[in-house]
């Protein structure tokens, strides 16, 4: 066990200084010139060449590679060009405000799609079984940022129930506004909540096969406890890895739901960074995403391995 | 009337010269002496009675005071030494924290703010402020002449680097004839100081700063004290209790609140989350309209948006395809669609038509695809042009205008390939580079507005042309005191430029800006400036 | 597998007539796995909205009433009626007209980058799986390399810094589709490569490149059919996502993730502009994947669900 997870660990760091070298040198070659961004139409050569010098890009690329990652590995991700104050701060609140909505959007989908899930299991082939599962299959088709066109649509332009842009004041958290996490969480949900209950649908179509799930059902047991104390722990077991890997996904949605609703999280500030050419947050934003990424792979990993004693750990 | 029984320069927009058109009817009447005339104008605005009956005036329409005030502002390059404003938030940020000498107001007269009053010799080359008396820095310190030499001196020198440093060069030398009063001694006749002084970057600053500071923090004489300053996040201000202009500013508390998106700030001003949302485009225009609890103040400014063509090549060097674009311009589509109607047409010159220069007796040039088509055949065009015309997202309805253009000019056999450049690198490495940009400008007045564009050596001369009796007459319309002779070489200049078409200037925009309905003393302002000092909440 | 190709050794022939007799196998198996897949009840209806889509994109400007960058300056945001079947944008273009023009270029950009993407990645799969051993190891770590970035991210850095256009885009889906697709076509051959007509065709002494071609390939068709179809919806939602992010093909181009996108700035006056492209998008991939699920029933697989994080 300790040898798996040194061994999954060390592959992480391995992974994030490929995955740091492989943003570093694709930002490198960005076309266009934050100095240029930064003074705007009245810029003249002298100032542009003040501001390189000042921002450090006279540089070579690999001293900045180096100062950059060791500096990262310290917590010190620089200064933002753009808003030139350090990009710790400002990626902590907009950091917050991701995961905040992304709780929000797994707290309603998660329980919801393990329920229907279940239950379309065990009523296989039924009418409502079909429902359930063409209805998920149209979730999943839909791209984010329609499902949130059309929520904003319907619950915005017509009903003006909710807003459809997330109005945050800067200093507050969204939880002091819950109102506008609601339609992002909900399109954040579609796709999760689908693709959970397939997932929990399978699985309990497959223990239900078993013969030991057959066994209980010829051995007269009733079929409410069949379900609860046969079929259930064990079909749920990977539902929980499965959660944990669409910790994972949820990063891409969440690029994309949050620029649907102007939502001021890290996936809003990854886009106005390659839009500022802000270099350093972008680099930063970029490897806090795939930093996450990796983690979460790892618990999916971990979660499955250790729920699932079929499997050794090696 | 605020600052007192008389208005300052009834006279209009340029009151220098309006104040000078008074002076020479009272020397023509014998009455006074031209000078001194000019300062007893002057001085009823600023004396304690004149403040006295403001104060009074306001309790009686009753600004009440307190308060907080919240304005969204898009997110914008962010800093607070005065000389090196650029963005709107920029400007607008050191406009609540500093003073100038004289600040133009939405109406575009002229007040006075840490000059009390001033004077002028006979042949306009010597002007003599005399400074408020009593006004305290932020920072403690006392204002003085020595601060106003400092401010002007440092604009003035290179390697400040400010952008204002060639609209102030005809200042020989500012001198401090004693603790307030302060003496500009200019190189030329220039009818045109109080407005140079009014840019946003001749804001005062204490001679005792230490300028590696300004970026960050304000050393500002303002209405507001600065409190917390996050670019791209939030700008907290208080009410500076010290003001000299008591009992202004009204509101206890402004804040700037940065959000990139445009649907973002339209749905905080709806929902009550801010007061202000400064700028407003026409296109967030309409889902206000509706709205309940919201108000939109509109004013025209001279701000306008144009193609830049380099006329040293082919084909912008031959003037009748020029012309021939110039018919091509569906003026009146180009306002509806970049400006959603919003905008009012222009005719190749920066001289918006409320300008007292502008040239009555103008035609405006009509759309008109068949004399284009003549006019490019006469040129030696038959078959039509093919040309390239950049644009950029970087300004609102920059990208607009180039697809009406596109589709207005095709009739004419004027085909247009459009590129759109990315943001960053418009202003640096395609306008001025590439021949034909789509382009924007800030509203100004009609002096620096031909000055830094269409003067041979002006350093934004996009057209690259180059006309000796156009220059001439620029430089002596600067120096025309008499308001009447000045607006016939005014006249002159516009004539020229419709003619010659060096550029195609098809729309002026509006600045507008949307208010919850408690907000009250704020203005839209055509320089796109948003003065706070007066604003007070009524809740 | 139900119906593995057993395919009998042949005369050596030129690399070339190898690489075709291939593809002539890979599109009989395509149409075939099509044909079965519209015996189940997804891919009844999953067929012909992809049909229609696919009409559209050939014939679509022709069907429309006007031209997609018409302006109708005196019928600017105008809500559906008779004279514009969907409404009009803030330059008074026809939406209906700029929706028919919009289908060509999101599903060719989808399908090139899909292709791209699969053809990479079975290269790369199937010669790796094939190889095996240090070769195959090393190559499958750059593949793990490239899958721990999150789709979107990864598109959205390399089409930052490749620049915006169409080639770029397809480009772009090709990289991100490779390594999920040489993961899947890797373990296909892994599975294939053990069988006794590989290994006897191996002990004839055939060049490899004729042992993948002929012999494993031919037996992936359904795995890589499933695949392919998958991909594709993938490719549409990951195109329509970038147009829609601003990074895709630039205006005054009809494309439908980018009409979403500027319909926002109207969303509360003029809804009409989002909902019309937002719909296509929906049925297009809906289609391909009720298509896909189809395919999928008709082989009696297991659902294998797919790395959503693609």
Known sequence: MVRFLVRRISLIVVTLLVVSLAIFLVTEVLPGDVASMILGQGATPSNLAAVREQLGLDRPAPA???????????????DSYVQRRPIVD?????????LILAGFAFLM?????????????IKRDSLGDQVISIGSLVAISLPEFVTGVLLMVVFASTLHWLPSSSVLLPGTTPLDRPQILILPALTLTGVLLAYVMRMTRANVIEVMQSHYVRTAILKGLPMRRVIFRHVLPNALLPTISIVAMNVGWMLGGLIIVENVFSYPGIGRLLLTSIQGRDVPLLQAVALLIAATYAVSNLLADLSYSILNPRIRLS | ????????????????????????????????????????RAAPTATPTGDGQATATATQTGPKTGGSLRVALPVNTNTLDPALSLSTVDIVTTLQLYDNLVLRQPDQSIRPMLAESWTYNEDLTEWTFKLREGVKFHNGKVLDAGDVVFTINRLLDPATGSPARTTLTFIQEVIADDALTVRFVLDAPNAFVLDALTQYQVRILPADVDVSRLPNQEFGTGPFILVEHLPGERTIMRRNPDYWDSPRPYVNELVYYYMPEPETRVEALKDGSVDVVFPLEPTSVRGLETATGVRIGETASAAYMNFAMDTRVPPFDNKLVRKAIQYATDREAIIQVALLGRGSVANDHPLPPN??????GQEIISYDPQKAKELLTQAGYPSGIDITLHTSTVAPGMVEMAVAFKESAAPSGIRVTIVRDPEDAFWSKVWMVEPFTTVTWNGRGPDEALSITTLCDAAWNEAYYCNSELDALILKARGQADEAARNETYADIQR????????????????IVGYRSSVAGVEAHPNNWLILSEAWLNN | MSDILITKSSPPQSALLTVWGALLALGRGFGRQLWMATRTPAGRIGLPLVALHAIIAVFGPLLAPYLPTEFHLRDQLSSPSWQYWLGTDEYGRDIFSRLLSGARSIITVAALGASLGIALGT????????????????????????MSFPALLLALLVLTTLGSNPQNIVLTIGVVFTPRVARVMRSATLS?????????????????AYIIFKEILPNTIPVLTVEASVRLSFAILLASSLGFLGLGVQPPSSDWGLMISESRRFMTTAPWIALAPAAAVATLVIGVNLLAEGIRQAQHLPLIEEDISS
């Open chain 1, 64 to 78: 900045r590679y180096l100062s950059w990652i060791a500096n990262a590995a310290q917590g010190d991700l620089g």
């Open chain 1, 90 to 98: 400002i990626v902590k609140g907009r950091l917050g405000n991701s």
């Open chain 1, 109 to 121: 989908a998660v329980p919801t799609a393990i329920l229907l899930g279940v239950w379309a299991g």
């Open chain 2, 1 to 40: 009337m605020k600052y007192g029984p008389i208005r300052w320069n009834a006279a209009g927009r340029r009151s220098p010269l309006g104040a000078l058109k008074l002076v020479l009817m009272f020397a023509a009447l014998a009455l006074l002496l031209a000078a001194l005339a000019a300062c007893t």
């Open chain 2, 355 to 360: 300008d007292p220069a502008y040239w009555q």
């Open chain 2, 496 to 511: 020229i430029l419709i003619d010659e078409a060096p550029r195609i200037i098809p729309a002026f925009r509006p600045i």
């Open chain 3, 123 to 146: 290269f790369v799969g199937m010669s790796s799986g094939y190889k095996g051993g240090r070769t195959d190891e090393v190559v499958m770590r750059i593949m793990d390399g490239l």
């Open chain 3, 192 to 208: 294939v490569k053990t069988l006794e007509f590989v290994q006897n065709a191996r002990l004839r002494g055939e060049p490899a």
